[in-house]
């Protein structure tokens, strides 16, 4: 994944099975692409006129070869901005290591580079603003620059000099970093606002369904990528194709899968979501729709994962839930394994869940829908596969499904319910037997918190043994216990 300079990753929600239509992201197919970028920089050293390095890493450098079919700007920018992004990285590196000949071959590269960039991206865009006219000629003044000054370096010996040289050589790259970042993402925020258009003005249900595939697609590139989309209100666009039954399920479950890589509440960024509150309702109603009529695991799991990001995002979706009978929709699907069968799946209800037993009038929904019981049963997630990720989302519904627990036995009658289903004893065995939590510490404070809760309500439900070990001293002190324990296997 391409991330633009000071960006971060974002991970995509992993999805069990065979994918959808237009949401294949085949590993080695990508992989190949990449490929398509490495080789040898042999032809560019001699139409520069250097000699050919000899060092030992020569052969891992990057240029451009093959790359994006024409008249594709995204694409172009794509697979250009990661080659940029990756020689401005190793740049720094040999700076950081006094390789002066590295630094210099690599910046009369990353040169080639972005005049490359910048020459294909004219050719196949529309016309340039004026804007990006100046920072265009800002990143090539600043590319030639650093070409010169590191060819100076080459010729100093002195040390002192040498030293004060990086220093400006440092700041060079620093600058023209942000250059190249401010470039990258006017560009991309304009083919990102062509998409989102193409959408809006679009009566073909198949264009329609290919575009929001695109900005699917684009989603998985990282966190810039979705804070552009947020930006230039491509949430807005996604909200009309999950309220229009007209587009097919898979259409609406990809805009779904947008709506929850966008809100997401791991990115850094919040501010250019403020034109989502005025269509929440619809997307809220729309995915709850969603999410009752799905035909498929694939198809719950990201309408239930938008909702989630959601109740993370304002407060006000969870009231909207309420009022959406949401909680009997969640679980009624529980038993559904067509719609319901993964750890990853039960991870969204139990986030909606936990968000959701913040207020008062939850309580008593789980408590009529025989929520309680569901909820214990998610303190016995266990995975099937053991991979990583999948040990990883049981964890996480463990955990949650102890928040959640401990914030709906605020209300006395969820307490005697749940002292009634045995999740005392439960609790106690994942506090007290690492194996059972997966030695997690997070799944250990949450059961702490929820039996203290618990034995708050229903204290002559615990032996005494539990209560002077589990309940009666601080939480921290618990805590240390607990972690520190080891299983017996007499």
């Given amino acids: 994944m391409m991330a633009l300079p000071g960006g971060r990753h974002l991970d995509s929600i992993p999805l069990p099975g065979q994918r959808l239509h237009l949401m294949q992201v085949d590993s080695v197919q990508r992989w190949m692409e990449d490929l398509k970028l490495m080789t040898e920089c042999e032809c560019m050293c001699v139409l520069q006129a250097k000699p050919i390095s000899l060092e030992e890493d020569a052969q891992s450098d990057l240029i451009l070869a093959g790359g994006p079919g024409p008249g594709d700007p995204l694409q172009l920018l794509l697979k250009r901005g990661w080659v940029i992004s990756t020689e401005l990285r190793r740049i720094g590196q040999k700076l950081a290591q006094d390789r002066w000949a590295r630094v210099h071959s690599m910046s009369v590269r990353l040169t080639c580079h972005a005049r490359s960039m910048v020459s294909e991206y004219s050719a196949v865009s529309r016309s340039s603003s004026q804007e990006m006219g ?28 040498l030293k004060s040289m990086k220093a400006c050589v440092s700041e060079t790259l620093s600058t023209l970093g942000q250059h190249f970042g401010q470039l990258l993402e006017l560009a991309l925020t304009r083919e990102v606002q062509a998409l989102v258009r193409k959408i809006n003005a679009s009566d073909n249900i198949y264009t329609t369904e290919s575009t929001t595939g695109n900005l699917f697609s684009l989603t998985q590139e990282g966190a810039p990528l979705c804070r552009i989309i947020a930006k230039v209100d491509g949430v807005l666009c996604l909200a009309d194709i999950l309220t229009d039954d007209s587009h097919s399920e898979a259409t609406r479950a990809e805009a779904a899968a947008v709506v929850a890589q966008v809100t997401s509440p791991h990115l850094p ?46 407060t006000m979706a969870c009231e909207m839930l309420l009022q959406l009978n949401a909680i009997r929709v969640l679980l009624e699907a529980c038993s559904d394994k067509q719609r319901v069968d993964t750890p990853y799946t039960r991870d969204q209800i139990v986030t909606i869940l936990a968000n959701m037993s913040v207020l008062e009038q939850c309580a008593s929904d789980i408590i009529q829908e025989n929520g309680v019981q569901l909820i214990m049963g998610m303190l016995s997630e266990k995975p099937r596969s053991g991979t990583p990720a999948e040990v990883a989302a049981c964890e996480r519904v463990q955990q949650k499904a102890a928040v959640t627990l401990a ?84």
């Fill in 407 to 490: 914030r709906l036995s605020r209300d006395p009658e969820v307490a005697r319910e749940a002292v009634r289903l045995s999740c005392m004893s439960r609790l106690i065995e994942l506090c007290r037997s690492p194996s059972e939590r997966n030695s997690s510490d997070a799944v250990l404070v949450a059961c702490l918190a929820a039996l203290r809760r618990l034995a708050g309500v229903c204290p002559e439900s615990l032996q005494d043994s539990d209560f002077q070990q589990l309940v009666q001293p601080r939480l921290v002190d618990s805590f240390l216990l607990c972690s520190n324990m080891e299983e017996s296997f007499v």
């Fill in 269 to 314: 960024f919040t501010q250019h979501l403020g034109s989502f509150l005025e269509s929440m309702e619809e997307i809220v109603t729309a995915l709850i729709k969603l999410c009752q009529e799905a035909s498929s695991g694939e198809v719950f799991l990201l309408a239930s994962a938008a909702l989630a990001n959601i109740t993370f995002f304002d």
């Fill in 134 to 161: 100046q920072i265009e000629k800002l990143l090539m003044e600043k590319c030639s620059e650093l070409s010169a000054i590191t060819e100076r370096c080459l010729q100093v010996e002195n040390e002192h000099v």
